[in-house]
């Protein structure tokens, strides 16, 4: 009882996140659970914080951050493209952004996807790409942007769509919790780091400290034994040295 009460004393911390499985979810008795929240917890937790995860609009997170309603921005959040919109602690994790179709799709390559229909949770990374045809993306029909992530996958489950684009993890565990069978294409369409995102005027310090904390945690085998609970190959999923932030 004596250690509750002295962890309730420490100051809070809110971090802000949308529902992203695996990293983000509601377990079946109602708490916070998932690869993010267990990364935070303890990297706050060193750093002398205690942590309260706070549900949030994903499109309207800058303002949520800015604003001081939450401290940081913690979500497979990917830093590509976005190093001068924050103060980024990480990054922490490699995430793949992938490209998923019918099982029975004749999509194999990222070329195909000309004149298709994509479906993408709106204000992501692959929004982004598909809108602005970065890097290889051919011209596609349409890009359909949903606020709901879960609706990506009901639209390509119905076949309104023609594929959809996410982080490789968090189609691995669409597919597990509802047990469908998209195809993931080989070609990735980005591999990008995954970090925590505070304002850019936050000057409490927090950022570098967490930055120094999560590194320590990689270096240690700590994010590696969190990790490993939920996905495959964790290994993999930590190989930020090769991102060249």
């Not at 606020?147 to 390509?156: F, G, S, V």
């Not at 120094?212 to 930590?238: N, V």
Request: aromatic share 10%; with cysteine; glycine share 6%.
């Amino acid at each position: 009882k004596e250690s509750r009460n002295k962890q309730d004393n420490r100051p809070t911390i809110i971090v802000g996140s949308d529902i992203f499985p695996p990293y983000n979810y509601t377990d079946e008795h109602g708490n916070p659970a998932g690869i993010d929240v267990k990364i935070a917890e303890e990297a706050f937790g060193q750093l002398g914080y205690r942590t309260v995860f706070r549900k949030i609009d994903w499109e309207k997170k800058d303002e949520l951050v800015e604003s001081g309603k939450i401290d940081c921005i913690w979500g497979c959040f990917s830093m590509e493209g976005r190093s001068q919109d924050y103060q980024w602690a990480g990054p922490y994790m490699v995430s793949h952004q992938v490209v998923a179709v019918d099982a029975k799709s004749s999509i194999y390559h990222l070329s195909d996807l000309k004149d298709k229909i994509i479906a993408v949770q709106s204000t992501t990374k692959p929004e982004m790409i598909f809108l602005k045809q970065e890097g290889n993306i051919p011209r596609v029909k349409s890009v359909y942007s949903f606020e709901n992530r879960e609706y990506i996958y009901t639209a390509l489950g119905k076949g309104y769509v023609d594929a959809v684009a996410a982080h490789e993890e968090s189609i691995v565990q669409y597919m597990k919790d509802y047990d469908v069978s998209f195809r993931i294409l080989e070609e990735p369409l980005m591999i990008t780091g995954i970090g925590v995102a505070f304002a850019k005027d936050d000057d409490r310090g927090i950022c570098e400290q967490m930055s120094q904390t999560l590194e320590e945690m990689r270096q240690d085998g700590t994010s590696l034994k969190i990790i490993e609970k939920y996905l495959d190959d964790p290994q993999k999923y930590l190989e930020v040295d090769d991102l060249g932030y």
